[in-house]
């Protein structure tokens, strides 16, 4: 089956979609992207947040985009349908425009949209996964989505070298602000849900939101504290979030066990709430036809 994309404001065959030389997101990372679930039934999985965040990011970045959130629906939309995927996401990102090599933003650019859609399997069981700890050497601006994501390639290759499935990023202070491509949560022996509180240090993940809300719906204390990676080690269980993943439990950090070695009970409890929501989600935005 052909995989479709969307570029330059057209549906084209994925091998076949381009960008300029020019483009600054080639040049200098210049942009912004979502990655956005979708479920079996075809629903983007809180799409309004993403959407949401997607403009806050451009905000931060003054990157004029000005197409609706409807409009931009309504082209994810087509894009899945053509894809005929069960399941999966949409790649979406936003450059700030095409213009000759120059750090100097000099003129009003028009920003290019370009968005793929790749199958994936959310999974009711998840793996459980083994974390490296590395230096958190990103910029101060975690919060934005950009597509500048340097440090976090450096740091998931000196996990993965190790045999780790994800790396666990730790800043000058000795604290775990998240992982590479996912928020980092801790289980205090308390019972007690740690994850790093919202700042720039990190990227506010929309799984991380929603399961905030979702903990409270189940009983669950989170602390929005941040933990060092001693906490993390001697913690009673570890799990990590995002919208690719939901909730994986995480059974060693660094080659240590985390609690008996298997996930823990709190974060199957919070792992089997998402999976619900997940499933049996909506769309949050209004209907598209
Ligand atoms: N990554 N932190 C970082 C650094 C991330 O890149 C991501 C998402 C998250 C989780 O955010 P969310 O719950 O909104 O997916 C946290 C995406 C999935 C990616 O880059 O592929």
């Not at 007690?192 to 799984?207: E, F, S, Y």
């Not at 929603?210 to 204390?221: M, N, T, Y």
């Amino acid at each position: 089956m052909t995989r479709i994309a969307y570029t330059n404001g057209m549906f084209v065959p994925h091998d076949y979609a381009t960008v300029s030389m020019d483009d600054r997101g080639y040049h200098f990372a210049d942009s912004v992207y979502e990655v956005i679930a979708y479920n079996q039934r075809g629903f983007f999985v809180d799409g309004k947040r993403h959407l949401d965040r997607l403009r806050s990011s451009l905000k931060a970045l003054n990157i004029p985009f000005r197409m609706s959130d409807q409009a931009l629906f309504l082209v994810m939309h087509e894009l899945v349908r053509k894809n005929r995927h069960s399941e999966g996401y949409v790649y979406l990102q936003i450059t700030r425009g095409i213009a000759p090599r120059d750090h100097l933003v000099r003129d009003f650019l028009e920003p290019t949209l370009a968005m793929f859609a790749e199958h994936c399997t959310f999974q009711e069981t998840p793996p459980h996964l083994k974390v490296f700890t590395v230096p958190d050497i990103r910029w101060k601006r975690n919060d934005i989505k950009s597509t500048s994501l340097l440090g976090v390639v450096v740091g998931k290759y000196q996990a993965a070298n190790k045999g780790g499935d994800e790396a666990w990023l730790v800043n000058d202070e000795g604290f775990v602000t998240e992982g590479g491509a996912t928020n980092a949560w801790i289980v205090t022996h308390k019972g007690v849900v740690q994850t790093h509180p919202a700042t720039n240090a990190i990227l506010n993940g929309i799984t991380r939101q929603r399961l905030i809300e979702i903990a409270k719906d189940v009983s669950i204390v989170v602390e929005e504290k941040p933990f060092t990676v001693e906490d993390a080690k001697s913690a009673r269980e570890a799990f990590l979030t995002s919208s690719t993943k939901g909730v994986h439990p995480i059974i060693e950090i660094d080659d240590q066990k985390i609690g008996n070695g298997l996930m823990g009970d709190i974060t199957q409890k919070l792992q089997k709430a998402y999976w619900h929501f997940y499933q049996h989600t909506k769309n949050d935005y209004g209907e598209i036809s």
